[in-house]
């Protein structure tokens, strides 16, 4: 075995829509990697001026100076669509400007030296993670060996010191809330094993939301004292932002603060006093539809709450006497574990992670094994449109499961397999992740063949489908990895929210679907398919 000290350490990174963290497992601890500035957190921010780009600490020293060529929060755009309400809500805050592109794509336009430049929101967000992974340059190379879910990296951070075989199994409920994400996520902690139960997240509902609401209330303020609506201007709503952010962290610890900013307006120096309260009324739909996820999570996860042993805080705004105080309540007075540091926790448990997979651990955290859930459903698409489910979401990976499929026509040849991932209905509201087909079926009457569908899902996340005929022994089969096709967290939360959204609209498809179905059925013999369980795939 190779001796771990000359073995190439891993790093572990949060990249978070507001701050990025940066951590690495050296001398049998982790150690946060500090920036250039010597700070432990790197905004998650990038400037564009006239001569050069900045990134972290001196972008956001930029967002003042020159707001339109300042981005931040640009991970809340990740896999959403330009016409979405709540990307018109949020760039209406925001002071740099986001365009339409192709197919309904958010873009972000900037001026960078002299010319006008546009990026989508991944490439913003891949030069910030570039530049962390720079900061920590002499450490490690980038490459990037597993995503962790942030709750599942908090967990690790929370329970590293709790291994052992003498401790017995532990219900711990991670409550992430950070700047423009929400996550909570239920795992067993118990000898050397974290197994997540169940995952459930919302990402349009953080810290920035907070802030917005408080930015709002500013504007109807001045508007009230001064007759004059300060909305359209990007250097005072970026300066009012950038207070209402300060008064907030504030009230995390203060019954009352003031905002203040001079010349905010056509010189008009603004100050208004907020309490903690007013500040708790402006965002009460929030707070508590933070808590809901805690619900949703939990019933996923099948456990009473009163099975819950620890509630772990992590993430900036967990911060919030509210929140805690909502969540304490819903647990019914449990004490809330806030021994984690929120900004640090997630790089904290990816670094544990990583010196798993990079086998630079001590013994103990070698030991460590991690099992997760599959945070979307999989299925493949069946001929009256139907997402046909093979693997339900929140089933623990790795994992394997079959399901059985039949022809829909007298003597057809081939069937199309088409696998989605994704908890609507109709299988094209979903994300498609790839197709293939089955040829050199033999020729029967419709519903008198039988193919076997098998998803198998690796440590890794990566998916092979395969499909056999049984009579005949033919097959196929493609392979999905996880770095390509597969979706970043953000975009799994906002296809589940999608989904509850959408319900009634999918139910009245499944019905309609349904009839339709029926109807054929009749017209050929129902008994001749091979069994009633089995729907029937895409007509070749
Ligand atoms: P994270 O994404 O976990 O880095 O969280 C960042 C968010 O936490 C930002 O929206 C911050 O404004 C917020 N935050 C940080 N400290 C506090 C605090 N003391 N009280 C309330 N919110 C905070």
Redo the contacts with the bound molecule.
Sequence with gaps: MADRRTLRPAIGI?L????S?VGVWQHDRVEIVANDQGNR?TPSCVAFAETQRFVGDAAKNQVTMNPINSIFDSKRLIGRRFSDPLVQSDINLWPFKVIEGSNDQPMIKVAYKGERRIFSAVEISSMKMRQATMDAGHIAGLKVMRILNEPTAAAIAYGIDKLGSSIRKRNVLIF??????ADVSLLTIGGSEFKVKAVAGDTHL???D??NRMVNHCVEVFKKKYKKDISGNAKAMRRLRTEC?RA??V???ALDTTIAVDALYEGIDFSSNITCSKFSELNMDFFKKSVKLVEKCLADAKLDKRSVHDVVL????S??PKVQQLLQEFFDGMELKRNLN??EA?AYGASVQAAIMAGTGNERVQDIVLVDVIPLSFGVETDDGIMSLVIPRNTTSPTKMRRNYTTVKDNQTSILFAVYEGERTRAKDNYWLGEFRLSGIPAAPRGKITVVVSFDIDTNGILKVSAQESTTGVSQKITVTNDKARLPREEINRMIKDAENFKVEDEKYKKKAKAKGALEDYDYDLKSIVNDKEIRPTLS
Excluded: A, Q
């Excluded at 992590?314 to 705004?317: A, D, I, L, M, V």
């Design positions: 949060d978070g829509t507001t701050y963290c957190t992430d809330l950070g700047g423009g994400t953080g810290g920035e907070f802030d952010e907030k962290r009230l995390s610890s992590t993430g900036g705004s911060r919030i929120p900004d997630v």
